[in-house]
């Protein structure tokens, strides 16, 4: 069953991703409206408002990432059991790229809605830090050497700690809200069943890179704990 997750997810994320393509695309309302004279006003955003079903699902499953390498980095620093550590690295790899994604939406997102690609206002400020310190850890990891595992744990702590704080943001400026009264929970009945098609599609998206990111890396450490008895054995040189 393990051997068949990663190939059965991808193969539900790309099948969603296409259904909801078409979906988003073809089947879901523009969004636009009038004003007073009959004609669209400036909050129009015909199809640059169908980025929101691309960028609120990474942004979904981007926090679900950091929650799970932060809690497993705790529980690795409690337990010093590896395979805590394995999870934290496979699902902070998955984080960096959705938080790129996320990052690159929202900035066309904002050009299109408010006419500019970013602002550093806390917000997004904070969002940017916190990719920043997902980077630092898959660096860490790379290059700190034998206590990288140790640095890397608390960097993802700290990004843990961070998305509190980065929710409360939310819907405090021009970026839509968050929350029971936010974009999500309000949407149109004609646009949810797309939102959520994407938003499903990307979890499995998550969930197929994050075991085989696992499983590569515990295959990563095992090789060097083989070649570190090698060396000790005398076997290797």
């Given at each position: 069953?393990?051997k068949l997750a990663v190939p059965l997810f991808a193969t539900l994320a790309a099948v969603g991703l296409a259904a909801s393509v078409y979906m988003v695309f073809f089947v879901a309302p523009l969004e636009y409206s009038y004003n007073e004279a009959g004609k669209f006003n400036g909050s129009s955003l015909f199809f640059n408002q ?188």
């Amino acid at each position: 069953m393990k051997k068949l997750a990663v190939p059965l997810f991808a193969t539900l994320a790309a099948v969603g991703l296409a259904a909801s393509v078409y979906m988003v695309f073809f089947v879901a309302p523009l969004e636009y409206s009038y004003n007073e004279a009959g004609k669209f006003n400036g909050s129009s955003l015909f199809f640059n408002q169908k980025i929101m079903y691309f960028h609120v699902g990474h942004a979904f499953w981007l926090i679900v990432a950091v929650i799970v390498s932060g809690l497993a980095s705790l529980v690795f620093l409690v337990t010093r059991d590896p395979k805590w550590d394995d999870i934290a690295s496979a699902s902070t790899d998955v984080a960096v790229a959705f938080g790129a994604v996320v990052l690159i939406t929202g900035s066309i997102w904002a050009k299109a809605a408010w006419d500019v690609w970013w602002q550093w206002e806390p917000r997004l400020t904070l969002s940017l830090l916190l990719w920043l310190v997902l980077v630092g850890y898959v660096l860490v990891r790379r290059f700190a050497g034998a206590s990288a595992d140790r640095i890397a744990a608390g960097m993802a702590i700290f990004g843990l700690i961070s998305l509190p704080f980065l929710y409360k943001m939310v819907g405090q400026d021009s970026h839509p809200a968050a929350g029971s009264n936010g974009v999500v929970a309000t949407l149109p009945p004609d646009e949810r069943g797309p939102f959520w098609l994407a938003v499903a599609s990307f979890l499995c998206w998550y969930v197929a890179l994050a075991i085989s990111r696992v499983q590569s890396t515990r295959a990563e450490r095992e090789v060097r704990e083989l070649r570190e008895r090698g060396l000790d054995l005398g076997v290797l040189q």
